[in-house]
């Protein structure tokens, strides 16, 4: 089955008790047992809840894994695959990271004492000389949040695995149909759902997949055992933005390729960081490994000032100012302050992100009226 194909009906199936084609809201906390243990596969719905269940096989077929699971948010997605670990194990990250997964690692996670190295994983020399035996997991992002960097999975799957420890791979930039990390030897594909899945920003939700049927088992105790799973009226409407998911992933390529060109021969943009381009550092590699580039991008204005950068953000009419991405609205806004703000101002510098950096989140609008907007903008 492919791609486009799966988006409809991968994992997903009538309902057998009405015939429903559409996945029904089963908004149920219990379900009835004809004895102790005699039930139809459902007990609790923070366990198992038939909507969740057809998202979570959808989502596993859209990644090409066997194993789905959705959790609340994407953090609480990330939580579960931390608390894989033990103290004293060794975690490498890509230094240009959402500053959440930062925010998580360093102030709560290194608490109970996991240690976390962040690196520019570009360079895949710079993961060889920090693992040891004690690494347990490499955590990847690609492209990278904001900077758009491009990180070779194919090689950070080597590394974990000639070095015993797991890769987990954050998808949510490129979505599942731009980039597919279980193809490339990723452990786990980690997806903040509430972004290009969902795709209209009125969902918030976190998923893994994976292949190998112990993980599975580890990390559905987690899911059930911590309870961060997601309720069945947020699965429903995941399930039904997935369903357009490769059309709006179209659209938001090719409105992205025309934005990235127009700010890149913008006589007032210094720099876009856009891995299309093919003198991006890692342009080769997106080719491997991505169908197409996406439609996040980065920019600095020349000059570098904060108020013209802030100017720009608070000036334009059809691109919002608001956290997030992957909706199907345009958005920009200003890592360095809202997504980016829980990371020290040394770290973000050391990492490339400098204050001015506006990100943008382009939707699938009509592009000549999403060109003209920041034409506009930026004056």
């Known amino acids: 089955m492919k791609f486009n194909t799966k988006t409809i009906h991968a994992g997903v ?13 089963y908004q149920t906390s219990t379900y009835a047992q004809k004895a102790p243990g005699d039930h139809k596969g459902y007990e609790y719905s923070r366990t198992h ?3 969740r269940t057809q998202l979570q096989n959808n989502l596993a077929a859209l990644e090409n894994a066997r194993f789905g699971m959705c959790f609340s948010t994407g953090m609480a997605a990330i939580d579960a695959v931390i608390k894989l670990l033990h103290p004293g194990d060794e975690v490498i990250a890509t230094n240009d990271l959402y500053g959440g997964s930062y925010r998580i690692f360093t102030k709560v996670f290194a608490a109970y004492g996991i240690v976390f190295h962040f690196v520019d994983m570009s360079d895949v020399e710079n993961v ?3 693992i040891n035996d004690k690494t347990k997991l490499i955590w990847v992002e690609t ?7 491009i990180i070779d999975i194919s090689a950070m799957a080597d590394i974990a695995k000639s070095n015993s420890c797991l890769l987990c791979v954050d998808n949510t930039f490129a979505s599942p149909y731009l980039q597919n990390p279980m193809d490339l030897g990723a452990d786990i594909v980690m997806h ?12 918030v939700m976190g998923a893994l997949v994976c292949n190998d049927e112990n993980l599975h088992e580890r990390l559905t105790f987690i899911q059930n055992s911590c309870g961060g799973t997601p309720g069945p009226q947020d699965c429903f409407l995941a399930l039904r933005g997935i369903k357009t998911l490769h059309l709006r992933m179209q659209r938001h390529c090719e409105n992205g390729e025309a934005i990235a060109h127009f700010l890149h021969n913008h006589p007032k943009v210094d720099k876009v960081y856009w891995p299309g381009f093919t003198e991006h550092p890692n342009h080769e590699i997106a080719k491997t490994q991505m169908r197409a580039f996406g439609g996040m991008m980065s920019f600095t204005l020349k000059g570098d000032k904060l108020e013209d950068a802030f100017k720009v953000i608070s000036s334009t009419k059809l691109f919002t100012l608001a956290e997030s991405l992957g909706g199907v609205e345009s958005l920009c806004g200003h890592p360095a302050s809202m997504t980016h703000a829980s990371i020290p101002k040394e770290e973000r510098e050391k990492a490339g992100l400098k204050d001015t950096l506006i990100r943008l989140s382009v939707g699938i609008e009509d592009v000549d009226d999403l060109i003209e907007d920041l034409k506009q903008a930026i004056g």
């Open 143 to 149: 492209p990278t949040n904001p900077l758009l960097k």
């Open 49 to 51: 809840n038939p909507t």
């Open 13 to 25: 199936h009538p309902d057998p008790e009405t015939g429903a084609i559409m996945t029904p809201i």
């Open 128 to 130: 060889k000389q920090k």
């Open 192 to 203: 903040s759902v509430t972004k290009y899945i969902n795709g209209h920003s009125d969902v």
